[in-house]
């Protein structure tokens, strides 16, 4: 059997297949997808129940799953900018926050918290915690799964909430929604303003690359891999093929046999990483919003480089995490201020695709 | 007279009773039909909630699965129950319970008074019909359909085939021609009546039982052999997109709909709280309004549709990847290749930039960095000049670059030295225009003060390179604008070409070239090809150059500027 090529730039991707090999890969996905699930099942004993407030969650409701860590800056704005777009509960992991995140969430009447101190390496960046949380509670629910740094923004969120969003989906036939991680950064050097927790961190991070994205398609999975943006081109502007994925599908309609491969870059079965048009036009699409770059982000880079618990290989990012504790300015003369999502849109980083 | 509504229903009931009790406080009488999938509960909750009003009645309830017979037996029955109980109704109007009053009822209700005898329902011959998903419009009639097309796909699909292929047919019932159109309708008492209760119409349910989607053929049909005055359009603003799903209308569109003049809209998304507010407060649509105008609605669901179908060209994103066999314009704009131009002119650059009204980049693809045009560090939408970026993957960046500069066309020069991995990509895309001189790259060379063994070495590998890429350009599947010259053909007359490339680029600016850039002093230069061959390379693309000291051209060229006429 030949072998697949690393990635489809554009215009390189074949259309979809049927032959011999395709099946076996297919066959090879599927043992996959179970070992994961399997995972999963055997990494929930990492969890430690602080409280759950899920009964009673309506069929319909729309959940947030997402592992936290020393989050307390964001997480009063992350949840404000969730529940105005419809999120119905919270599905929180707390790996070992030292700061007032466990305080914070304890109290919310909408959010369920797990405790644990387990290595989040080892729980694959936290997604054998977050695959068995989805199967628990997500199954036949739309889930959205983030991080607490990321805020969604969709075509038309401030007047259509996510319950039109996942209707429009229902409708549709789609079961899974992608988005662009967008990396926001400040005018000046990261530590330059301060925030407070709370803080809209929007009203520091006013800045984005608009159009520096490298887009392929991976084979296997047949899942999109984007590269770019401010990191890349700060960071990694020697190794480009190390810069952070971009593409992510936090919005998926759940089923128990679904897992999250790879962050939530990819998911198995394949045809949940189908959110792209192959025929030239365009479906509907979101960003999220990065807010990584706060001021905190230079200290909690040499505290990541410390604890080597991300990325599967940290010493090779050891001159991302020394370009991030020599508090970059990451603005340029090309950089564009954030306005909201039509201007995203015009500028092609997400798209309406068909929702008027 | 009055207007009598019947009303569909089958979810969000609250809003349902909404509409329904605007409708009946309003003196026109409602007949709501719910769906006997809707919990029993939910129904009887919405009796109690209208029970205060006397001119609201409920009908038999039938099962409305989507496409089926049951949604025209619902139909039939609410219309039924109309038309006995309230003999004061001129015409019926259909709606569902996802409707909404975009104008005051007495207005539509004077509307009406001013056409009492036409009835508004789409109704359109099978024939002329465009817009039928699943490809089947007169077959609806012939074939029979015991499948559910949106449960059993498959047996839909074969069962479908078998009928064409063994050429089965069904009789159409006499008289009968099928016609298509939009469900909502709104028809006369006389001619509901004669289809409601005609002699035919035992013969009529039993043809439409088994025809797919028979809302919206059975009363559009039918209505031609009872109707005098027929108004084929629809009084509901109700839109379809490409998969034929009905477009769903949210607070957004509050703009939109106010200047559409349309009665009624559907569907409502039922959370649409502003909306559901505005159009039925007491207040809403004191201003006299023109007729029923959704054109201006109709553009901008056509871009939507173009937007979900054709994608904007040269953008490739999160949602939007063609694969290899759905290309539709590789980049979003055209741009301008120059290979050698800018060995042979001195200041070809700045020239350009001058002349065309463009920003002239340098050697995108060198293999140290990106050369932006003024030297940038960084270029629109953030480019980055770090070459490794680029070489990751080159197509992003062209078409990234292209992408964002739409509006400004870009210029940039391309050699052998470049990287040439982008060079299929470029040739294959109908918005280049590609302009080579070949064996130019030997000018550099032949001007450097290095050993020439060195230059031996590097002129062949040049040349080669140079080769490849010219071949690539004279492949059969090139979609560019191609044009190449040797080195010998292209300074004997650098007018001609100039022009041609500079009317491209800019067309508007007609006027003919006065000045062309400053030749490189080529005085000298057959001698260094001479050489070249002396010490056993054969240079092929420069053309023929004579081996004196002489240009092929006249001397004392580079000095004067051209004037030409």
Not at chain 2, 381 to 392: K, Q, T, W
Request: net charge positive; proline share 6%; charged share 25%.
């Amino acid at each position: 059997m030949g072998a697949l090529p690393h990635a489809h730039p554009i215009l390189d991707l074949p259309a979809p297949q049927r032959d011999l090999q395709h099946l076996w890969q297919a066959w090879r996905l599927r043992q996959r997808r179970r070992r994961l699930i399997f995972r999963a099942l055997r990494k929930r004993r990492d969890l430690t129940l602080v409280a759950d407030r899920t009964a009673g969650l309506a069929r319909t409701a729309i959940l947030c799953v997402l592992v936290v860590r020393n989050e307390a800056e964001r997480l009063a704005h992350f949840l404000a900018h969730h529940r105005r777009l419809g999120v119905d509960h919270f599905l929180v992991v707390d790996n070992a926050s030292t700061d007032a995140t466990p305080a914070l969430l304890r109290d919310q009447p909408d959010v369920s918290l797990w405790q644990t101190a387990a290595s989040y390496k080892r729980s694959r960046f936290g997604l054998d915690w977050t695959n068995w949380l989805l199967l628990r509670h997500g199954h036949g629910r739309w889930c959205l799964t983030l991080d607490a740094d990321e805020l969604l923004v969709y075509p038309h969120w401030e007047t259509r909430p996510l319950p039109a969003l996942t209707r429009w989906l229902d409708d549709h036939g789609q079961d899974s929604f992608g988005a662009l991680m967008l990396d926001l950064y400040p005018e000046g050097p990261l530590t330059a303003k301060g925030h407070r927790p709370g803080d809209d961190p929007l009203a520091t991070l006013r800045w984005f690359d608009a159009g520096n994205y490298s887009v392929q398609v991976q084979p296997r999975m047949r899942n999109l891999w984007i590269q770019g943006g401010a990191r890349a081109r700060a960071f990694f502007a020697t190794d480009p093929r190390r810069a952070p994925t971009l593409n992510k599908l936090p919005l998926v309609r759940w089923h128990w046999r679904y897992a999250y491969v790879n962050s939530t870059h990819a998911a198995l079965p394949p045809r949940l990483n189908a959110v792209f048009d192959e025929t030239g036009g365009e479906r509907i699409s979101g960003v999220l919003l990065h807010t990584k770059f706060l001021p905190s982000a230079v200290e909690k880079a040499a505290e990541e480089k410390g604890r080597r618990q991300h990325f599967a290989n940290p010493s090779r990012y050891a001159a991302y995490y020394d370009g991030l504790l020599a508090d970059p300015v990451l603005h340029c003369p090309a950089s564009l201020a954030y306005t909201g999502w039509r201007q995203l849109e015009g500028l092609g980083l997400m798209s309406r695709g068909g929702w008027l | 007279m009055t207007l009598g509504f019947v009303m569909l229903t089958h979810t969000a009931l609250d809003r349902a009773a909404q509409i329904a009790r605007h409708w009946a406080t309003r003196g026109c009488p409602v007949v709501i039909h719910v769906d006997l999938r809707t919990p029993r509960a939910q129904a009887e909750q919405l009796q109690a909630d209208l029970s205060d009003l006397p001119n609201i009645r409920f009908s038999t309830r039938h099962a409305c699965e989507w496409g089926t017979w049951g949604l025209v037996a619902a139909t039939q029955a609410a219309a039924s129950l109309m038309l006995a109980e309230f003999p004061q109704v001129r015409h019926v109007y259909l709606a569902s319970g996802a409707c909404l009053p975009l104008r005051p009822v007495e207005e539509l209700r004077a509307y009406l008074e001013a056409r009492p005898r036409t009835d508004f329902i789409e109704s359109v011959t099978t024939a002329d019909v465009g817009w039928t998903i699943g490809g089947l419009n007169a077959e609806r009639f012939t074939l029979r359909f015991p499948f559910a097309w949106r449960k059993n796909r498959l047996l839909f699909d074969v069962y479908v085939e078998l009928q064409r292929r063994f050429r089965i047919r069904r009789k159409l019932p006499n008289g009968l021609v099928p016609h298509l159109g939009s469900q909502w309708w709104c028809l006369t008492r006389q001619t509901l009546s004669a289809i409601l209760d005609g002699p035919g119409r035992a013969e009529f349910d039993a043809f439409f039982r088994r025809v797919w989607i028979p809302d919206e053929s059975y009363f559009q049909s039918l209505v031609r052999l009872f109707s005098t005055n027929i108004e084929s359009r629809s009084l509901t603003l109700s839109k379809f997109d490409y998969q034929g799903k009905p477009h769903i209308f949210y607070d957004d569109h509050l703009q939109l709909l106010r200047r559409s003049d349309c009665f009624v809209a559907r569907k409502i998304w039922p959370q649409a709280n502003k909306l559901y507010d505005t159009f039925l407060a007491p207040s809403a649509g004191s201003e006299p309004r023109a007729e029923p105008n959704p054109g201006k609605i109709d553009r901008l669901f056509a871009k939507a549709v173009e937007r979900r179908t054709a994608g904007r060209p040269g953008l490739y994103m999160q949602s939007r990847f063609p694969n290899r066999e759905w290309e539709t314009g590789r980049t979003a704009a055209p741009y301008s290749v120059f290979e050698g131009f800018s060995e042979v002119f001195e200041d070809f650059d700045t020239w350009l930039s001058k002349l065309a009204g463009t920003r002239v980049h340098g050697h995108l693809f060198a293999p140290d960095r990106v050369e932006y045009a003024g030297g940038a560090s960084v270029y629109n939408g953030c480019l980055s000049d770090s070459a490794a970026l680029r070489d990751y993957n080159p197509r992003s960046f062209l078409t990234n670059l292209v992408w964002n500069t739409r509006g400004e066309r870009q210029c940039f020069q391309f050699g052998p030295n470049d990287a040439q991995e982008i060079a299929e990509f470029i040739a294959g895309d109908p918005n280049a225009q590609v302009s080579v001189i070949t064996g130019a790259f030997a000018i550099p060379l032949f001007q450097s003060n290095r050993n020439f063994g060195e230059i031996r070495a590097e002129a062949a590998q040049l040349q080669k390179t140079e080769a490849e890429f010219v071949a690539i350009l004279r492949a059969s599947w090139v979609k560019a604008r191609v044009r190449i010259w040797s080195l010998a053909e292209f300074i004997e007359s650098p007018m001609e070409p100039l022009q041609t490339i500079v009317d491209e680029i800019s067309p508007r600016s007609s006027r003919r070239l006065t000045e062309v850039p400053r030749l490189a002093d080529l005085t000298g230069f057959g001698q260094f090809l001479q050489n070249l061959r002396n010490q056993g390379m054969k240079p092929v693309l420069m053309g023929d150059f004579p081996v004196g000291p002489d240009l092929p051209s006249t001397p004392g060229r580079r000095v004067r500027p051209y004037v030409v006429k």
